[in-house]
T-cell receptor, first 118, second 110 residues
Framework: GAVVSQHPSRVICKSGTSVKIECRSLDFQATTMFWYRQFPKQSLMLMATSNEGSKATYEQGVEKDKFLINHASLTLSTLTVTSAHPEDSSFYIC??????????????FGPGTRLTVL | GIQVEQSPPDLILQEGANSTLRCNFSDSVNNLQWFHQNPWGQLINLFYIPSGTKQNGRLSATTVATERYSLLYISSSQTTDSGVYFCAVAPRSNDYKLSFGAGTTVTVRA
């Protein structure tokens, strides 16, 4: 149980294009999803908290117009990197919380999406 | 925000050895989790342990909340244990907002 998927797993794009990453909870409904960013050999940094049916809450220093988050259903959140540039290249990881699970405080993580902007 | 420090940063083990990883945190927490990130980047939940002791096979963890630290024990290490181990905590004010430590990179040699 508590499986989270991400799509795509890897994407290469040209500078200036927009890229959409999907995060799905496969066997539970997630009222809250989280988006993290991880640079090589570094830790995870929380970018934003996504709540179903409402606007995302962004962490300090994260541009909300650059990283658009939509949480339209209880099983899907999307992150769109708009007008991507090489400095946006990173490993993006989502997680989801199961509010009705045995452990409501536990976050379950997706496999990550590696974005490379040329 | 809450600070999380992990030690050691790197650990090289011979297969079969035991090890202890440490996580110190700067404030009271309601949520503490240990994760293993495999070489492909997938984070695997190991323990949800804001206090007390838990065991799962060759792994066990202890959190002493009053002294603000947690320990992860790996016994009889195997090459598949290699990867980065992260400790993540969330404060009482927001149980879900995890702050991650820098991680401990474990390499187990055959």
């Amino acid at each position: 149980g508590a499986v989270v998927s991400q799509h795509p797993s890897r994407v290469i794009c040209k500078s200036g294009t927009s890229v959409k990453i999907e995060c799905r909870s496969l066997d539970f409904q997630a009222t809250t999803m989280f988006w993290y960013r991880q640079f090589p050999k570094q830790s995870l940094m929380l970018m934003a908290t996504s709540n179903e049916g409402s606007k995302a809450t962004y962490e300090q220093g994260v541009e909300k117009d650059k990283f658009l988050i939509n949480h339209a259903s209880l099983t899907l959140s999307t992150l769109t990197v708009t007008s991507a540039h090489p400095e946006d290249s990173s490993f993006y990881i989502c997680s989801a919380r199961d509010p009705r699970g045995l452990r409501t405080d536990t976050q379950y993580f997706g496999p990550g999406t590696r974005l490379t902007v040329l | 925000g809450i600070q999380v420090e992990q030690s050691p940063p790197d650990l090289i083990l011979q297969e079969g050895a035991n090890s202890t990883l440490r996580c110190n945190f700067s404030d009271s927490v309601n949520n503490l989790q240990w994760f293993h990130q495999n070489p492909w980047g997938q984070l695997i939940n190991l323990f949800y342990i804001p206090s007390g002791t838990k065991q799962n096979g060759r792994l066990s963890a202890t959190t002493v909340a009053t002294e603000r630290y947690s320990l992860l024990y790996i016994s009889s290490s195997q090459t598949t244990d290699s990867g980065v181990y992260f400790c993540a905590v969330a404060p009482r004010s927001n149980d879900y907002k995890l702050s991650f430590g820098a991680g401990t990179t474990v390499t187990v040699r055959a």
